[in-house]
């Protein structure tokens, strides 16, 4: 990392009055175009006052929001004047690429102490993108106890619930009274800042139940903390994939969670705050990797996005070659009647359409877990219903449209047919193949609408063309 500026720090006066939140977003909830004309301002006259004042005072959701709309190297430039009063926990508010351009120049002396003043899950979430050999010397500057915690997260997967949780928790042995717990509670610093549960262990850390803090504020002083303890509500295993976990949360109402290893040990806890992120991650990711993006943010550059494309549109340019075929086979039909040409897009294009909206459905039950074998021949069954009922609305619509502009009401047939006939294949592909990819270990994500484009454009096309063909052919 750099090392930090030397340059002159200039301290204006104080301002009389702080910028409210009002003239810091727009309706819209967007940041200000005024506001951070003010802060290019400040940061440009180097006025450290004004900054730490309307600036570092702002919530770390508010400090990213900016952090993402100023130029980038009034990014660094921001980061240095605020020095000290620079919240490190922004930094898990922006995308990555920004995250990583601050960190870069930042020295990791600074790094470390700011990692100091910050919950484990955020100094992992920090931690987690950085090269090796910048990680492991923040490490070696970060005392021992955090060192050990922030390591053993570092150590699961990523996007493991292991990677999320926070190490620091409260637990507490079973034959402790309730008024050891409060005393506990009140004299002992080294405590989360916030927690709603304490967790009962075992001598081994094995996780034997939990108690609210609404029930030990209602116990007498007197009573043990196992004649009050409840079992741990699904202690998730530290290896589980963060989206497991958060359906948990979803389908139990959990506020947090334990999160335990192999050997039923307490290592962390889960909150309801790291949830709802991976929730948005998640739902975030879905919808890129059906349009076959990839993990890009705004803040990348032209190359990684190109890259982050190219797989998919190259897969695309062969299935489209493969369609294209199609149409090959009947180029002698289509020189018959230039009208082919003309309504074969319709067919093609609704077909496709169709089948993107079922392959989404599809492919978000997937992801909830609400689709399964058990009911996959429930959904393909209704999901047939909406194609055949759409397909015949449409086939009736386009039919009627195509024999009235070409005066041929055998041609509004075809392609009434061929319409009806392709929203049946859309009906079938945008289910069944993101299924078969989800039996065989791909995204479906990722990969279905490819399939489904390329099925819905054959038929489409195959259908049209060899009606019309056979239309031909028999007149």
Known sequence: MSQDSSDEIKHA??????????????????????????????????????????????????????????????????????????????????????????????????????????????????????????????????????????????????SSAGRRMRSEFVAVPPFWTIGQCIDYMREEQDLPDSFTEIFVIDPTFKLMGVVDLDSILRTKRAVKVEDIMRETNHPIPAEMDQEEAAQLFEQYDLLSAAVVDENDRLVGVLTIDDVVDVIHEEADEDIKRLAGVGDEELSDNVVSTVRSRFLWLFINFGTAFLSSTVIGLFDATIQEMVALAVLMPIVASMGGNAGTQTMTVTVRALATRDLDIYNA??????????????????????????????????????????????????????????????????DPAVASSVFVTMMTDMTGFFGFLGLATLWFALR
């Open 377 to 442: 021949g429930r959904i393909i069954r209704r999901e047939l219903g909406v194609g055949a009922t759409n397909g015949f609305i449409f086939a009736c619509l386009v039919g009627t449209v195509a024999s009235l502009m070409y005066h041929d009401y055998h041609l509004g047939l075809v392609i009434g047919i061929a319409l009806f006939v392709n929203f049946m294949m859309a009906a079938l592909a945008g289910n069944l193949v993101p299924l078969l990819l989800n039996r065989f270990g791909a």
């Open 13 to 158: 006066p104080e301002p009389e009055e702080k910028v409210e939140l009002s003239d810091i977003y727009t309706e819209d909830g967007s940041v200000r175009g005024d506001f951070l004309t003010m802060v290019g301002a400040a940061i440009a006259d180097r006025d450290v006052i004004w900054l730490r004042r309307n600036v570092g005072s702002l919530h770390i959701s508010e400090l990213g929001d900016v952090l993402e709309a100023i130029l980038p190297d009034q990014r660094n430039a921001l980061v240095h004047l605020l020095g000290d009063d620079f919240d490190f926990a922004a930094l898990t508010e922006v995308d990555e690429a920004i995250r990583l351009e601050i960190v870069e120049n930042i020295p990791n002396e600074a790094i470390a102490a700011g990692l100091t003043d910050l919950d484990s899950d955020d100094a992992v979430y920090i931690l987690e993108d950085l090269d090796d050999e910048d990680r492991e010397e923040i490490l070696s500057k970060l005392p021992f106890t955090e060192r050990v915690r922030l390591r053993r997260s570092l150590d699961y997967p990523e």
